[in-house]
C-alpha cells in the first residue's frame, strides 16, 4: 500500500454517508475521503442527490445514492403525523433504494467500517452487515450535550433527527470551531475539516467585504441582498460588496448590483479567493462557511436562517467575539460590524491560533487505521 507512509497498517474499506442537503457535509466528508485515499484506503460515498453522487465521482470516488427522509420541525419538535405524510409517497421507492444500495455494497465488498455525517444510509448498512458505525460530523453535539435554547429555537428536533438517523454509534467525532467537552469517553471534539485551498490561500486585507446568503425553503437571499446592498450603496462608500449567490438566484438578484455592489454567481474557488483577501465576511450561518472564514482569519456577520442549528451557530460567534449575528440585515448592525473589523479581525486570529490550527484529518484516520480486523469472506452470502 502506498502513500500511509506505515508498511504495518493494513489497507482499510470504509464507506462514508454523506447528507445532502447543501454543499457543506459534501466539502468537509470530500476532505476525509481525499485523506484516506492518500493514504492507500479504498473509499466509497453514500449521499442523496444526484448532484453531491456526482461531485464525488468527479473527484473519482464510488458514489451511490440512498434516500433521506423529510424531518422537518414544527414548533421544536419532530411529530410522528408530518413525518409520516411528508414521507409516505416516497418510502416505498425510499426503501427500495435502500435494498438496492445494500445488494451493491453486498456485491462490491462489505467496508470494514461505515461512517455517518447527519444521513441515515450507512447506519442501517452498519447494524446490517454488523460493521462499526463511527460518526463524524458537526450535529452530535445536539445530541450529546445539553445545549440552551436560542430564542424560540431549541436542539430537540436535531437531537430526534440524529436518533432516528443513527441509533447508535461506536465513535463520534463532533466538529466544533469553539472549545467544548463532555464526560462520555466515546465522544471527541475536533477541529473542524477544511480542505486544502482554505489553508494555502493567500490571506490579505483590501477594501472588499464578501457576501453569500442561501436558501432554505421558503426563505431566499433577495431582502437579505437587497438590504446589505442598499447600505453600502448609501453608507460604505471606501470598500466593495461582492455577493455571491447560486445561479438559479442570479436573474433575480442582479437588479441589486451597481458600481461598488458586486452580484455573481457562486463559484467556489472565486468565493474563497475573495473571503482571503476581504475584510469580513457576510453571511447566514452555516458551519461549513463559518469555519473557513475563521481559518482564513476573518470575522463574519451571520443572519441566520430558521434552524437551531444556523441560530446556536450565530450565538457562539457573538459570544467568541469572532463576529456579529442579527435577525436580519439592518443598517445599525451591519454598520457597528465594519466599524468593530479591526478588533474582530485580531480576536479571530488569536482563536484561530489557539483552537483550529490542528488538522483533525490524522486523529481520524489513526483511529479508523487502529479498528480490529474483521474477518471478510471470500463469497458473498446469500442475500435474506
Not at 474582530?344 to 481520524?364: F, M, Q, T, W, Y
Request: glycine share 6%.
Amino acid at each position: 500500500m502506498s502513500g500511509n507512509g506505515d508498511g504495518n497498517v493494513r489497507p482499510l474499506d470504509v464507506i462514508i454517508g454523506v447528507n445532502g442537503i447543501g454543499m457543506g457535509h459534501t466539502v468537509r466528508q470530500s476532505v476525509i475521503a481525499q485523506y484516506l485515499r492518500d493514504r492507500g484506503h479504498r473509499v466509497r460515498i453514500v449521499t442523496n442527490g444526484q448532484g453531491r453522487a456526482e461531485y464525488f465521482r468527479d473527484l473519482g470516488f464510488t458514489a451511490w445514492e440512498g434516500w433521506m427522509p423529510t424531518l422537518l420541525a414544527r414548533g421544536d419538535r419532530i411529530h410522528a403525523r408530518d413525518a409520516v405524510r411528508a414521507n409516505i409517497r416516497q418510502a416505498p421507492g425510499g426503501l427500495l433504494r435502500h435494498l438496492q444500495l445494500r445488494r451493491a455494497v453486498r456485491s462490491s465488498g462489505v467496508p470494514d467500517v461505515f461512517v455517518t455525517d447527519y444521513e441515515p444510509n450507512t447506519p442501517r448498512l452498519a447494524y446490517h452487515f454488523g460493521r462499526p458505525l463511527v460518526s463524524i460530523d458537526q450535529q452530535s453535539k445536539y445530541r450529546h450535550l445539553d445545549l440552551p435554547t436560542v430564542g424560540r429555537y431549541a436542539r430537540t428536533a436535531d437531537e430526534q433527527r440524529l436518533r432516528y438517523f443513527a441509533p447508535r454509534v461506536d465513535r463520534s467525532f463532533i466538529c466544533s470551531y469553539v472549545p467544548l467537552d463532555a464526560e462520555d469517553r466515546r465522544l471527541e471534539f475536533i477541529p473542524p475539516f477544511v480542505p486544502d485551498l482554505i489553508r494555502s490561500a493567500p490571506v490579505t486585507t483590501e477594501p472588499l467585504a464578501t457576501a453569500y446568503f442561501s436558501r432554505y425553503f421558503d426563505h431566499g437571499p433577495e431582502e437579505s441582498v437587497r438590504e446589505l446592498a442598499s447600505i453600502f450603496r448609501q453608507s460604505v462608500p471606501d470598500r466593495t460588496l461582492r455577493i455571491y449567490t447560486q445561479p438559479t438566484e442570479l436573474q433575480a438578484l442582479r437588479g441589486f448590483a451597481d458600481a461598488r455592489v458586486e452580484i455573481r454567481a457562486f463559484d467556489r474557488e472565486s468565493f474563497i479567493a475573495d473571503m482571503a483577501r476581504s475584510e469580513v465576511v457576510f453571511s447566514n450561518a452555516g458551519f461549513n462557511l463559518i469555519s473557513e472564514a475563521l481559518v482564513l482569519g476573518k470575522p463574519v456577520h451571520l443572519v441566520p436562517l430558521p434552524t437551531y442549528d444556523q441560530h446556536w451557530c450565530a450565538k457562539v460567534i457573538d459570544e467568541a467575539g469572532l463576529g456579529t449575528a442579527a435577525p436580519r440585515v439592518e443598517r445599525r448592525a451591519v454598520l457597528d460590524f465594519l466599524a468593530r473589523g479591526r478588533a474582530l479581525r485580531d480576536n479571530v486570529v488569536r482563536h484561530r491560533d489557539l483552537h483550529l490550527s490542528a488538522d483533525p484529518r490524522e486523529r481520524i484516520v489513526s483511529y479508523l487505521e487502529r479498528l480490529p480486523a474483521v474477518s471478510r469472506p471470500t463469497l458473498a452470502p446469500t442475500a435474506r
